[in-house]
């Protein structure tokens, strides 16, 4: 008796194994490229960067600061967090660089002195002129600490 049952045991975890591996063989998996493929992307990106396009993700320096004054197209910002590393940066812009305000298109003069902003350069050095300015979204909490503080202001 004591043969048979473990004898059944063995069977149990033998007919176990087996349906997990036929589950692990069903499964799909996940694509990988072809070679053809990746140098057809390869071959896309080539050609996008040889118009001047953007390919992916942006690879130049990018540099936050607060606004200090916006002069025609030259924006100087103040750059660093604490007092002593704070330096004042001078950064230049063309027809091409896009400025956006809290997520919508807008000009550098609307930029104001003091706004918190975020500038990508093209290249790794950060020179030549800004290919984005942007100022981001208040964050939600700040947002809606600065309405109570004005709602008590209003007492």
Known sequence: MKTLTKLMAVLAIVGFVNVAMAAD?????ADKPNK????????KADKAAKAGKPT???????????????????????????????????????????VVIEGKQATLADLKPGQKINILHA?????????????????????????????????
């Open 25 to 29: 063989d069903a499964a799909p998996k």
């Open 36 to 43: 053809a493929a990746k140098a057809d992307k390869a071959a």
């Open 56 to 98: 992916g993700k942006p690879t130049g320096k990018a540099i936050k600061g607060e606004v200090i004054s916006v002069d025609g197209s030259t924006l100087k910002i103040k750059t660093g967090g604490k007092k002593a590393e704070q330096k004042e940066v001078t950064v230049t812009t063309d027809a091409s660089t896009k």
């Open 123 to 155: 290249n790794q050095e950060g020179t030549g002129p800004a290919v984005r300015v942007a100022v981001p979204a208040p964050k939600a909490e700040k947002a809606a600490d600065k309405a109570e503080k004005a709602a008590d202001k209003g007492k």
